[in-house]
Antibody, heavy 122, light 110 residues
Framework: QVQLVESGGGVVQPGTSLRLSCAASGFTFSNYGMHWVRQAPGKGLEWVAVIWNDGGNKYYADSVKGRITISRDNSKNTLYLQVNSLRAEDTAVYYC???????????????WGQGALVTVSS | QSALTQPPSASGSPGQSVTISCTGTSSDFGGYNYVSWYQQHPGKAPKLMIYEVSKRPSGVPDRFSGSKSGNTASLTVSGLQAEDEADYFCNSYAGSNNWVFGGGTKLTVL
């Protein structure tokens, strides 16, 4: 079955950087686009970024453009999110999610990981 | 795009039906019918419940249905059950590789 497992979260100081990872299994990772979605404590979901299956195309929400980089290593079945110049408002649970297009669910998030909590605090 | 607008809360008694709305602008919906809905129980990951406005993935009970009229999408939960108590989020593909979520609705089963 599809499994997505995030790692790399924790408590970090403002202005520093962090890299989150998402290990994928149970499907052919290189066939699917992948997203990062975040959720601030007690708040709603916010789409952050997408990377298409070959890694050649990446797109970002305007709110994070310039500070966040999405990448993937298809040989390791792993998705990454690099967040620079961390701010208090970046505090959130970061979910990786599979784009459902290859499974017939166009433009939706058909499987989600359990999330990684990032807390930005001095 | 700003977030799609959802009511913060909704409620109903077991067996009743509840409808949750999701309102945006024409640019939020991008002229597409790629509206989806997600259920999230406390401390859990979201789960896809509805895609392309009204389609259900396999395994989702037919008590869940979706619709869209103009710039408002809706999720209806019929025959409410205790396990339906959760947060529900709408989402739309807005075009140009951009997605927008609603602020979420907390559904309480009385």
């Amino acid at each position: 079955q599809v499994q997505l497992v995030e790692s790399g979260g924790g408590v970090v100081q403002p202005g520093t950087s962090l890299r989150l990872s998402c290990a994928a299994s149970g499907f052919t990772f290189s066939n699917y686009g992948m997203h990062w979605v975040r959720q601030a404590p007690g708040k709603g979901l916010e789409w952050v970024a997408v990377i298409w299956n070959d890694g050649g195309n990446k797109y970002y929400a305007d709110s994070v453009k310039g500070r966040i980089t999405i990448s993937r290593d298809n040989s390791k079945n792993t998705l990454y999110l690099q967040v620079n110049s961390l701010r208090a408002e970046d505090t959130a649970v970061y979910y990786c999610s599979r784009d459902g297009g290859q499974s017939g669910y166009d433009y939706v998030f058909d499987h989600w990981g359990q999330g990684a909590l990032v807390t930005v605090s001095s | 795009q700003s977030a799609l607008t959802q009511p913060p809360s909704a409620s109903g008694s077991p067996g009743q039906s509840v409808t949750i709305s999701c309102t945006g602008t024409s640019s939020d919906f991008g002229g597409y019918n790629y509206v989806s809905w997600y259920q999230q129980h406390p401390g859990k990951a979201p789960k896809l419940m509805i895609y392309e406005v009204s389609k259900r993935p396999s395994g989702v009970p037919d008590r869940f249905s979706g619709s869209k009229s103009g710039n408002t999408a809706s999720l209806t939960v019929s025959g409410l059950q205790a396990e339906d108590e959760a947060d529900y989020f709408c989402n739309s593909y807005a075009g140009s590789n951009n997605w927008v979520f609603g602020g979420g609705t907390k559904l309480t089963v009385l």
